[in-house]
């Protein structure tokens, strides 16, 4: 059962232009999300966080908002940019249980064209 | 600040073999977590080590295993290799808590297993 989802496995965007990359979890138990960037060949660099108290996080060119309601979140970027080309992980945690267990989704590869 | 370590990078090892893997944390991290990503699978996490104790485990046999040192270093075991085990190896560390559970990862450790 996959406990966080996104289901788009690509997207491609003018460079400029918005990208919005889309993530869904099922977990009600997830109380703080994290959207990782991937370069092939390198391990997940950090993003940006959200935790479940906000709905809205902002940190330069990234945005991510939270619906709790619905269960989903989205990473905005603006204005995308080739070197954003790359594969985006979102992650969740249940942080009440004091652990550091990550839930990923399967990434979405992200192509912004010059 | 170093970033987290991962030794060896590329590893390459016939089925029936063990495996050895390092992970070195951000300093002052004590929070280590390691995390297996295959093309089908995405990242799925293994365990989580904190002051040489395992706090939490995945889905995985009992063929994976884990260690803590009181550096916080940690190694990754995995006995009797699969051809399926192949993948990329993620350690990450983060400092433990409730509010500072972002974990940054290492480069990866590539198993090829043949």
């Known amino acids: 059962d996959q406990q966080v989802k996104q289901n788009s496995p690509s997207l491609s965007v003018q460079e400029g232009r918005i990208s919005i990359l889309n993530c869904d979890y099922t977990n009600s138990m997830f109380d703080y999300f994290l959207w990782y960037k991937k370069y092939p060949a390198e391990g997940p660099t950090f993003l940006i966080s959200i935790s479940s108290i906000k709905d809205k996080n902002e940190d330069g060119r990234f945005t991510v908002f939270l619906n709790k309601s619905a269960k989903h979140l989205s990473l905005h970027i603006v204005p995308s940019q080739p070197g954003d080309s790359a594969v985006y992980f979102c992650?969740?945690?249940?942080?009440?249980?004091?652990?550091?267990?990550?839930?990923f989704g399967k990434g979405i590869t992200l192509s912004v064209r010059p | 600040k170093a970033g987290v370590t991962q030794t060896p990078r590329y590893l390459i090892k016939t089925r029936g073999q063990q495996v050895t893997l390092s992970c070195s944390p951000i300093s002052g991290h004590r929070s280590v977590s390691w995390y297996q990503q295959t093309p089908g699978q995405g990242l799925q996490f293994l365990f989580e080590y904190f002051s040489e104790t395992q706090r939490n485990k995945g889905n995985f046999p009992g063929r994976f295993s884990g260690r803590q040192f009181s550096n916080s270093r940690s190694e990754m075991n995995v006995s009797t290799l699969e051809l399926g085990d192949s993948a990329l190896y993620l350690c990450a560390s983060s400092l433990p808590g409730v509010s500072t559970d972002t974990q940054y990862f290492g480069p990866g450790t590539r198993l090829t297993v043949l």
């Open positions: 992650a969740a945690s249940a942080r009440s249980g004091a652990n550091s267990k990550l839930t």
